[in-house]
């Protein structure tokens, strides 16, 4: 038998393969039309990136979607689960296929590899909430621009996901609504930290005490 994430694969559950999304206000989503189990990951993944501020933000990653479905499947389809302790935590497939789409540091185990940057930024912006922000001056926030597009960090975070690179970008406007750097054309993601610089060199947040940071990172206490 073919399995997938504990999964039967070629056992098609009562109304196709789907998944009833929770939402943060009480009420459900049901995703559907998925012609398998990994496009159904894809398809809830996809969905979670882009309505992050409708969904748990902690939830919107590979592992936690795979987890999910299966959990879904297995309390309400028995006969399409194999396996309810089957592991995906960081060897997911969709993981990996996401990594390899925005270009992870497979070497580099101490920033979440598994976890694409497009998603870490989508977490990051969930947690930032709707509320303003206190932002820097201009003057500093060139500073740190400057900063960042000279660092090995400051890397690509768009993949093929339209909607996902979309929700950035519309995220973007919303919270820095006309305010521009003198480099915002070379502002990519900071892989170190997991957020978009564009946005992050325009906020006025506490310093991280954290050593491997690089040292000429703006960010470092
Ligand atoms: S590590 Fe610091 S300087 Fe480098 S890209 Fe990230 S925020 Fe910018």
Request: proline letters at 5%.
């Amino acid at each position: 038998m073919s399995v997938h994430n504990g999964l039967a694969a070629n056992v098609v559950p009562p109304n196709g393969f789907h998944f009833i999304q929770q939402l943060k206000n009480g009420k459900t989503h049901k995703i559907e039309g998925a012609n398998s189990w990994a496009e159904l990951e894809h398809q809830v993944l996809r969905f979670r990136l882009e309505q992050i501020s409708l969904v748990d933000p902690e939830r919107a990653d590979p592992d936690h979607v795979a987890q999910d479905i299966r959990d879904y499947v297995c309390a309400n389809f028995p006969t399409s689960c194999v396996d309810r302790s089957f592991q995906v935590v960081g060897s997911s497939t969709l993981g990996q296929s996401y990594a390899q789409d925005t270009g992870g540091d497979p070497s580099d185990n101490t920033f979440r590899k598994f976890i694409p940057l497009i998603q870490r930024i989508a977490e990051w912006l969930g947690n930032l909430g709707q509320e303003p922000k206190p932002f820097t001056t201009p003057a500093e926030a060139d500073k740190r621009a400057n900063t960042c597009t000279t660092c090995a960090y400051n890397v690509r975070w768009e993949t093929t996901c339209g909607p996902c690179v979309q929700n950035v970008k519309m995220e973007t406007v919303r919270i820095l609504g006309t305010r521009k750097t003198r480099h915002d054309d070379n502002l990519r993601g900071c892989r170190r930290i997991g957020w978009y610089n564009r946005i992050a060199v325009w906020l006025d947040t506490d310093k991280m005490a954290d050593q491997s940071l690089p040292d000429k990172c703006w960010h470092k206490a």
